[in-house]
């Protein structure tokens, strides 16, 4: 058999942060239960090896995206390198405080996954859609077709 195939895994991290200069209650430290999902197209491999007729075993696909994504963002505090809260959370130790070049939005959190996942997976298989909800019913979606 040939052909394409599309697998999906999610993910579940529990994260802090705060939108700087927002003109609304996300400016303030709020948390979040995040839900990721990573979707690669590639074709199950055709050998005699234990992931035959798999894409990727979705175990291989676990320890990728725990590496990149979740080991560092579960249960950390993430807020813009220049935020104000800044002095606040250093002086008191935050143990998983995570500083990033960018507002922490889910949006801007996906073009930095979406980079780091493509950047790690085989060559022989393609990002082609990150989903991450913050809330029940708020999400963002990056493709890989609306890159060009």
């Given at each position: 058999m040939i052909g394409k195939i599309r697998i999906t895994k999610e993910f579940d991290f529990e994260m802090a942060h705060a939108l700087d200069f927002h003109n609304g209650k996300c400016k303030n430290i709020h948390g979040h239960s995040y839900k990721l999902s990573v979707t690669l197209l590639g074709a199950p491999k055709q050998d005699s090896s234990s992931d035959s007729g798999m894409v990727m075993d979705f175990k291989d696909l676990k320890s990728i995206i725990n590496e990149l994504i979740i080991d560092e963002l579960d249960h950390a505090l993430m807020l813009q390198e220049n935020s104000p809260y800044l002095a606040v959370t250093s002086s008191a130790n935050t143990p998983k405080l995570v500083?990033?070049?960018?507002?922490?939005?889910?949006?801007?959190?996906?073009?930095?996954f979406a980079s780091r996942i493509t950047n790690a997976i085989p060559e022989d298989l393609k990002l082609i859609k990150l989903t991450l909800r913050e809330t029940a019913s708020g999400y963002a979606e990056w493709y890989a077709k609306d890159q060009a």
């Open positions: 500083t990033t070049s960018y507002q922490p939005t889910c949006e801007n959190m996906l073009l930095d």
